[in-house]
């Protein structure tokens, strides 16, 4: 059991380290060094850099030395906090960044959570009562999950309500709310907004979860201790939630491990088309004013944030699976 | 005495061929079969159904609504559209372009239109092309969008990009998903080991932010076909884990089974085996995890072009037409731009489908 | 001879599934009594497990009893109750403390995601009015009963850290962890080594003798039922062709399909090398059921067309019953 988890650890900070490589190798792409970026755009909005000016950050930032010195340097200042200035904003990345990184999480884990809520009762539903309509129907809605990409999802609906209500869905926030500081009324007010971008997000996974569920559960069902716990006499629920029920959770616990990372990525991309205030506009903003610095750091807290989301998952499906704990023992 | 027939037929046939007979029972798939084909038909035949030029428009005839042919003209066939008439705007004085229904425009087949290459041919011949039209004439299946661009066309091209992708970058997936897989199984102990943990980091990360920061890295300065296979590498370095532990898993349960082991006490060498009796007793398996890591693939570059950050204009894709149809304000405007999502999530669909009737066919009892 | 604890008469179950309808238990006809084991014994598809799961009223679905009527004597002697037609939760109350079932395989029979001592207790609390120490309490002398050593260790294991024995021990005390009155064994020893097979065997017919049990014991395996059965039913594509004492019918066998079957026995006795007589072809599918007596196409004894024209009725009494021409019942109309 113990194992269990320091291998997971271990591996968590493996991938940490190379994320932090390729976030590193992403702000370093861009032809030619950055101060030199740094000072055409700072050139091309009216201010000057000196030339010393210029020889102090190629100092600071360590370039011209060894690609391995200058990660070295960089790295060291991360794990500081310090992750460099946006060029686009000219403020620290961090202050840019600022509730974003939350707002990301929150949507993440709000759309792992509303997959379990979703997929598992489905999923059951499904195996049980195979070939009823209920069971076809849930079978179109997670085809149709699975085909439609969700950003176009989000596109779709962002048409139909906006033709229907004549309501822009989009955002987290009231309009009001936006500017205001945390709050319990601006929490309630993100508890309002948060649902629709969730159930976009949560849809591809729940349909994909259900299928597993669903395909497991239907083995699980046809297995003889299921018979023999019929033979004992057990309520029909009880047998199955009990039983079978259980034994096609593992299944379907280490595939939601995988979840989180492929949600973390979906945030991204359904918040530019719904305008969440989450990191994904920014990263794609900064990205296209090749503001590498910004980019850089948003890849590599989105990893660290998906490496912990990944691990907790494992923890939690270790608990849930007694093979596990009994191997390790 | 057809039953014989048909138990000899069963008994010599080859694993492919059991496979082939399985799925055929499969409608759904056999459906999505066709659906497919036919998509890589448009791709393959895509400038010859272009009725205009795709990267050529005419901005005064911005956001066309989509105009039907009509096939009889006083009760003969002769197909025809309603040309497009400048309407000068009473408030703004702007000159826009409306339907004019008191001109016909006649449709000809096999008319001549841009100028295309088809395999190495250069012609200038369409399936539809208009008779005497005036310059801003034109047939707009789907209407145009802002610069005027005939989006049925656009959506032939685009569809020749999106689908080719998908091809380029399954076919690397595959190679580095068979390699790293096969050796995965094959060497086993400490090369496993490293192996699977790899696999295991590499699905933990979150690609898209990953894809966004590597393809924002590209040159500008590259030419459309340089970032399209650029964009295809990005896409496959972390897709073909899928792949890889498909073929590990079946290659260490074939490991086991009998006529493997009777190949080795035959004395047959160890890429014979391979080669010649595990791989194609699980191609099936590969086909199916294939066509099911496809869709994939054309989602991944069509969000990646729906960011911007994928294939870049003048290059058309699914992901570029889409973009298109981002903000709210412009769908209000001009509603059919979303009509480009119909083929994207057509193909997904067909392809999950045939996905799912060739696993089940390769694997009746999996 | 005294009534019988449970009879079953004229059970249909059938399968409706996309291909059409599937017969799997087509008229069965049954006696079970106190203190002696019914062997029922068939090749494989002959509908014996369906039977079982039947009178369980635990049929899978799509499959479901069509017709027939299960009766049940009660503990305390009154009038047989057809449980067949008792509504669902009536049934749950006669699984277990009633007619319980041990499986073929042992290892699949557990969830392996809990404790036995759990899904024994589960029982027990479930049926009888016990407190959970009681009943973890008569649990460690259910497994001390079927012979499981170190009873109040091993309730705390799970079922894949046994051994097959001993997991086909622990179903037998899961089985009667309600004082069952008939137990449905469902081909118990299939799974299981020669040695270990001997063992759970005695251990059945020790436990019948203590407690006056009813067994119905399903196999496919001529020598366990000349061992433990005391009355014999032989099915054949889901009906009983042949039923009576075990010494009639391995005497005296009346239907050629029993007689088959005993003739693909090895013994000691045959003469070295020569071949094991097998059964000519093998059981149809139960879509393309033969017309008339369903054994015709393998039979060797055929009478004429009338076997393939009509159904053979039961004939005898009671307890020796044969459905073949050979023994009469030809219809008139077919003379």
């Known amino acids: 059991m113990i194992a269990f988890v320091v291998r997971r650890l271990v591996m968590g900070v493996f991938t940490i380290w190379l994320i932090s490589v390729v976030s590193f190798v992403i702000i370093q792409l861009p032809p030619g060094d950055f101060v030199d970026s740094y000072i055409a755009q700072l050139a091309a909005s009216g201010s000057v850099v000196s030339a010393s000016e210029a020889v102090s950050m190629r100092e600071l930032y360590g370039l011209g030395q060894p690609m391995y010195v200058q990660y070295g340097k960089w790295l060291s200042r991360v794990v500081t906090g310090d992750f460099g200035e946006s060029m686009m904003w000219r403020r620290p990345v961090t202050e840019v960044i600022g509730d974003r990184l939350w707002l990301t999480l929150v949507l993440s884990f709000a759309a792992l959570l509303l997959t379990w809520a979703l997929a598992l009762p489905i999923g059951i539903y499904s195996a049980v009562r195979q070939y009823s309509w209920g069971d076809y129907a849930f079978t179109l809605l997670g085809f149709i999950g699975i085909a439609v990409p969700n950003f176009l999802l989000a596109l779709i609906i962002m048409y139909f309500s906006f033709r229907l209500f004549g309501a822009n869905v989009g955002g987290l926030f009231s309009p009001a709310m936006q500017m205001e500081p945390w709050s319990l009324a601006k929490t309630w007010d993100l508890m309002k907004h948060l649902p629709l971008p ?92 090749q503001d590498m610095f910004l980019a850089g750091t948003i890849v590599l807290l989105l990893g660290v944030m998906t490496v912990i989301g990944t691990f907790i998952s494992d923890l939690v499906l270790m608990w849930v699976d007694p093979r596990i704990r009994h191997q390790m023992d | 005495m057809a039953k014989t027939n048909d ?102 087949f096999f008319g001549h239109g841009y100028r295309y290459s088809f395999f190495g041919f250069d012609t200038d011949r369409h399936l539809l092309t208009l008779r005497d039209p005036r310059v801003t004439d034109g047939i707009h299946l789907l209407g145009t969008d802002l610069l005027g661009r005939d989006l049925w066309s656009r959506l032939m091209v685009a569809s020749r990009v999106s689908l080719t992708i998908g091809l380029v970058g399954v076919s690397i997936s595959l190679v580095l998903g068979v390699l790293l897989g096969g050796i995965s199984a094959i060497r086993g102990g400490w090369v496993d080991n490293v192996i699977q943990r790899g696999i295991e980091v590499v699905r933990s990360l979150p690609t898209i932010p990953l894809w966004l920061g590597l393809a924002a890295a590209l040159p500008n300065d590259w030419s459309v076909t340089q970032i399209y296979f650029a964009i295809t590498i990005i896409i496959s370095l972390l897709a073909w884990t899928d792949l890889a532990r498909v073929v590990r898993g079946k290659f260490l349960s074939l490991r086991e089974e009998e006529f493997v082991m009777a190949a080795e006490l035959a004395g047959a060498s160890q890429t014979r085996i391979i080669f010649h009796h595990m791989l194609p007793s699980f191609a099936s398996h590969i086909i199916a995890a294939v066509s099911l890591a496809l869709p994939a693939m054309i989602i991944s570059e069509t969000s990646l072009s729906f960011l911007g950050l994928g294939l870049r204009p003048p290059a058309i894709s699914w992901g570029i037409l889409l973009q298109d149809a981002q903000n709210i304000q412009t769908l209000a405007l001009a509603p059919w731009l979303l009509l480009s999502a119909v083929p994207v999530i057509l193909v997904i669909l067909a392809f999950n489908f045939l996905g799912d009737g060739l696993r089940d066919a390769a694997d009746p009892y999996g | 001879m005294a009534e019988p604890i449970l009879s079953v008469r ?81 049934k749950r109350k006669i699984r277990g403390p009633e007619i319980a079932l041990v499986f073929q395989e042992p290892m699949a029979s557990f969830s392996q995601h809990y404790t036995i001592g759990n899904q024994i207790t589960e029982a027990i609390l479930l049926h009888m009015e016990l407190d959970k120490q009681a009943a973890r309490t008569r649990a460690i002398q259910l497994l001390d009963m079927v012979g499981v050593p170190q009873p109040a260790r091993r309730i705390d294991e799970y079922p894949f850290q046994l051994s097959g024995g001993l997991r086909q021990r622990v179903m037998i005390a899961l089985a009667l962890a309600c004082d069952p009155r008939v137990l449905i064994a469902d081909e118990p020893t299939t799974a299981l080594d020669v040695t270990t097979q001997a063992q759970i065997l005695d251990l059945l017919r020790s436990l019948q003798q203590q407690r006056g049990l009813a067994i119905i014991l399903i196999t496919h395996d001529m020598g366990v039922i000349a061992e433990m059965a005391h009355d014999v039913a032989v099915m054949y594509l889901g009906r009983a062709v042949e039923t009576g004492p075990v010494d009639e019918i391995f005497n005296r ?29 093998s059981i149809p599918h139960p879509f393309n059921r033969p017309r008339g007596c369903p054994y015709h196409p393998r039979c060797t004894e055929k009478l004429g067309p009338v076997c393939e024209t009509h159904e053979p009725p039961p004939i005898g009494t009671g307890d020796r019953q044969v459905r073949c021409f050979l023994h009469g019942g030809i219809p008139d109309d077919a003379r």
């Open chain 2, 7 to 108: 138990a000899e037929r069963y008994a010599v046939a080859t694993q492919m061929q059991l496979t082939w007979w399985r799925f055929r029972r499969h409608k759904l798939a056999m459906v999505s079969l066709f659906i497919v084909a036919l998509f890589y038909l448009l791709a393959v035949g895509a400038d010859f159904l272009a009725v205009s030029d795709p990267h050529e428009g005419d901005a005064r005839t911005s956001y066309i609504a989509p105009q039907p042919i009509h096939l009889f003209d006083d009760g003969s066939f002769r197909p025809y559209i309603y040309g497009l008439k400048g309407v000068r705007d009473v408030k703004t004085f702007k000159l826009i372009y409306t339907v004019d229904t008191s001109r016909k425009v006649y449709l000809e």
């Open chain 3, 10 to 90: 004229g059970l249909h179950t059938s399968f409706g599934g996309q291909e059409g309808l599937v017969r799997a238990v087509d008229g069965v006809d049954l006696d079970v009594f106190e203190g002696r084991t019914l062997g029922v014994v068939g090749e494989s598809g002959c509908g014996k497990s369906v039977t079982a799961r039947s009178i369980l009223g635990i049929v899978d679905r799509p499959g479901r009893v069509t017709a027939g009527q299960i009766w049940l004597r009660p503990a305390d002697g009154g009038t047989p109750v057809d449980i067949a037609a008792l509504p669902e939760a009536a």
């Open chain 1, 198 to 289: 969730a159930t976009i997000l949560a849809l591809a996974g729940t349909a994909q979860l259900i299928r597993i569920m669903r395909a497991n559960l239907l083995d699980e069902l046809r297995k003889p201790y299921v018979v023999t716990a019929r033979a004992r006499g057990l309520p029909e629920w009880r047998v199955i939630v009990k039983y079978p029920v259980r034994a096609a959770l593992n299944p379907f616990a280490s595939n939601l491990a995988y979840l989180f990372p492929y949600l973390v990525s979906g945030s991204i991309i359904i918040s530019i088309v719904l305008g969440l205030p989450t990191v994904g506009p920014l990263l794609v903003q900064a990205l296209v004013a």
């Open chain 3, 253 to 281: 066998p009346q239907h050629p399909y029993t007689r088959a079957l005993l003739r693909s026995i090895p013994t000691v006795m045959a003469t070295p090398r020569t071949r094991l007589p097998t059964i000519e072809g």
